[in-house]
């Protein structure tokens, strides 16, 4: 059982920086699969980014090198810093934790997101 708390979000010019921070219930170096989800307006929820707890980390297309995914396992904190936003970037962003099963099984866990608004 694990429960996620979005922090971070808010307003931003184009061209500016926030940082999201998603704090887990319990030790998130015994979390196989964390990341960040988005959906913005009409849109879809895509897929952001994601860091597992062997170190990897993967990002979309349409985010990679501007954002970037981060554990402190000392905080059980899961960070995305996004950098060089643009209006496309507006979006509710989820946390998602993904803790692997027996049986080939999985349990998905997601926050209640966090509003991030990027306009002049």
């Known amino acids: 059982q694990v429960q996620l708390v979005e922090s971070g979000g808010g307003l931003v010019q184009p061209g500016g920086s926030l940082r999201l921070s998603c704090a887990a219930s319990?030790?998130?170096?015994?979390?196989?699969?964390m990341g960040w989800y988005r959906q913005g307006p009409g849109k879809e929820r895509e897929w952001v980014a994601t860091?597992?707890?062997?170190?990897?980390?993967d990002y979309s297309d349409s985010v990679k090198g501007r954002f970037t995914i981060s554990r402190d396992n000392g905080k059980n904190t899961v960070n995305l810093q996004m950098n060089s936003l643009k209006p496309e970037d507006t979006a509710v962003y989820f946390c998602?934790?993904?803790?692997?099963?027996?049986?080939?099984?999985?349990?998905?866990?997601w926050g209640q997101g966090t509003q991030v608004t990027v306009s002049s």
């Open positions: 860091t597992t707890s062997g170190g990897s980390t």
């Open positions: 319990r030790n998130i170096d015994r979390i196989n699969v």
């Open positions: 998602k934790a993904v803790l692997f099963g027996p049986f080939g099984l999985s349990n998905v866990y």
